[in-house]
Every structure is written in C-alpha cells, then in structure tokens.
C-alpha cells in the first residue's frame, strides 16, 4: 500500500524553527515528486511546492518562494518542509502528496495524501 | 497563474439526488485538471483526473466531464458518506499548480 506519513501536530511561537516530515512508503521513493499543500483554517487549498527526491529537484510556487524550503533525504525516504522564522500567519494544515502524471504532460495530480501536519504558531 | 473558479461556493442537495459542480480555469488547461474530495478532520482524496478518468477506488456515480476551461463533477445519486468540500485543481504544462476554492456539498 502506497502511504504518506507525516510528523506530528505542532505549537510554535513566533520567531521560532520548525522543520515537518513526511515519509513514504509501498512505493519507489526516489521516482516520484512530492508535493505540499497549505489548508489555513477553514479555507481552501494551496500548492505550495514541490520536490523529487531523486536528485532534490525543488520548485516553489511564487507565494511560498522564499517563506519555506522543501528538501528531502532519499536514504530514509522522506520529504520536509521547514520555517526558518515562524509567523502566526503560518498557522495551517499542512498536507505532503505524492505527484503523479501522465507522459503527455509535465505535471499532474496528487495521490495519495498524507494524513496532514497541523502547526499552530501563537505566542 | 491560472485561476480556478468552482461555483457554487455551497449546494445543498437532498441524498438520492443529483449534484452538479462547475470549474473554470481562466485559461485554457486542455483536459489536465482533477477533482478531490475532503471530509472534516481528513485529508484531500483524489477522485478524477485527466478531467473524466475515475481514480482506482472511486464509485461509478462520479464523474468528470469537460476541457479547455469548462469543467463538472457530477455525482448521480447523493450517498451520506457523499457529503463534503469538493475542489478542482489544474496541471498545465506550467507551475504553479493552483486548486479552485471549493464547493461544500451539503444535506438539503
């Protein structure tokens, strides 16, 4: 069974590190992108970025570009997603998937997800 | 970026009956875009992509239909388990990948 597990809730204050994981399982780690997903409370979804662990190929979206940084450790197969300054405006739900696409294009869907990591950051 | 707009924001059905959800893209996706279904308290589930291809799992009363910017999920007949927020996202050739904001399916 292909799964995505991800660390555990976290509390932060502001100011503060964070670094969350996901690691996969049932499948070939290496060959496929991962993608993260923020979900603010009670709001929609928004990609974030995304990276292939094979040879830690990572794009961002324009939103997230410089606010996180993705990475990933093939060797234990999983992928992060780390703050290095923690806003309260960083407080969300926060979802890895795999990627998966077709040969006709670049990018694709996500499948499966991971169970989420909520992060709230309150001082 | 491509901005996806799913309406209604919120459709109120009655179980047994047929729901109709709209996306649209502000620019042409060709037939690249998915559906996901979310529960409270659960992660996004994948339901279609390729605009009409069910994912392994999902029940014949899903469907997708559409290309270019117009797009529906139809689901034929309400199941309990059914009710949920349901959100589109597109995968054109480019980044980013961007989601529609969802339509909340609830109990009529």
């Known amino acids: 069974e292909v799964q995505l597990v991800q660390s555990g809730a976290e509390v932060k204050k502001p100011g503060e590190s964070l670094k969350i994981s996901c690691k996969g399982s049932?499948?070939?780690?290496?060959?496929?992108?991962i993608g993260w997903v923020r979900q603010m409370p009670g709001k929609g979804l928004e990609w974030m970025g995304i990276?292939?662990?094979?040879?830690?190929?990572?794009r961002y979206s324009p939103s997230f570009q410089g606010q996180v940084t993705i990475s990933a450790d093939k060797s234990i197969s999983t992928a992060y997603l780390q703050w290095s300054s923690l806003k309260a405006s960083d407080t969300a739900m926060y979802y890895c998937?795999?990627?998966?696409?077709?040969?006709?294009?670049?990018?694709?869907?996500?499948?499966?997800w991971g169970q989420g990591t909520l992060v709230t950051v309150s001082s | 970026e491509i901005v996806m707009t799913q309406s209604p924001a919120t459709l109120s059905v009655s179980p047994g009956e047929r729901a109709t959800l709209s996306c649209r893209a502000s620019?042409?996706?060709?037939?690249?875009l998915a559906w996901y279904q979310q529960k409270p308290g659960q992660a996004p589930r994948l339901l279609i992509y390729g605009a009409s291809t069910r994912a392994t799992g999902i029940p014949a009363r899903f469907s997708g239909s559409g290309s270019g910017t117009e797009f529906t999920l139809t689901i034929s007949s309400l199941q309990s388990e059914d009710f949920a927020v349901y959100y589109c996202?597109?995968?054109?050739?480019?980044?980013?990948?961007?989601f529609g904001g969802g339509t909340k399916v609830e109990i009529k």
């Open positions: 990276i292939y662990p094979g040879d830690s190929d990572t």
């Open positions: 996202q597109q995968y054109n050739n480019w980044l980013p990948l961007t």
């Open positions: 998937a795999r990627h998966l696409h077709t040969a006709m294009v670049t990018w694709g869907w996500f499948d499966p």
């Open positions: 620019q042409s996706v060709s037939s690249n």
């Open positions: 049932g499948y070939s780690f290496t060959s496929y992108w």
